[in-house]
């Protein structure tokens, strides 16, 4: 079982286990197996409000013995905690399967951390490229051109 710790500093524990997919099944139409075959993997981590709402399903019972609703579970929910909690239902989600298709989704959970930190590079990089600032400033020094749609200005 993965732990991760909310906004409000409660620490919350996902287990993935069979109660807990047909709770999410039941509850939000999702179905977790879906990890094996299709896109549940990449929805869950680039989908922070789906992402939590699956966490907070699975957790529903420590959810309901601390009184804690839907609602206060998502305004505790952003930032670090999000990227936390993602980390632990991904890796509980694939802890899940037998060895075989374990060994395949830690690879595919393996191949889809390693892109979204290649994106979060390549967004940096371009960010402290200087030719932007240049045409930042180009832009902004640029004299402002008069549209035809325009009225014209009175003498």
């Known amino acids: 079982m993965k732990t991760f710790k909310d906004n409000a500093g409660r620490t919350w524990t996902v287990s993935v286990n069979v109660d807990a997919i047909k709770r999410v099944r039941s509850a939000l139409s999702v179905n977790l197996m879906e990890a094996v075959t299709g896109d549940l993997l990449e929805r869950l981590s680039s989908d922070p409000i789906l992402l939590c709402d699956v966490i907070y399903v699975v957790c529903k019972p420590e959810a309901d013995a601390q009184s804690v609703s839907d609602e206060e579970f998502g305004q505790a929910m952003a930032g670090d905690a999000i990227e ?26 393996a191949k889809l951390q390693e892109v979204e930190a290649r994106a ?21 020094t640029a004299p402002m051109s008069r549209s035809s749609s325009s009225p014209p200005l009175p003498e």
């Open 120 to 140: 979060v590079e390549y967004a940096q990089a371009r960010l402290e490229d200087p030719e932007l600032d240049r045409r930042i400033e180009a832009a902004l």
């Open 84 to 109: 936390h909690a993602t980390a632990a239902l991904l890796e509980e989600l694939v802890d899940f399967f037998p060895q075989g298709k374990r060994r395949v989704l830690h690879q595919a959970l």
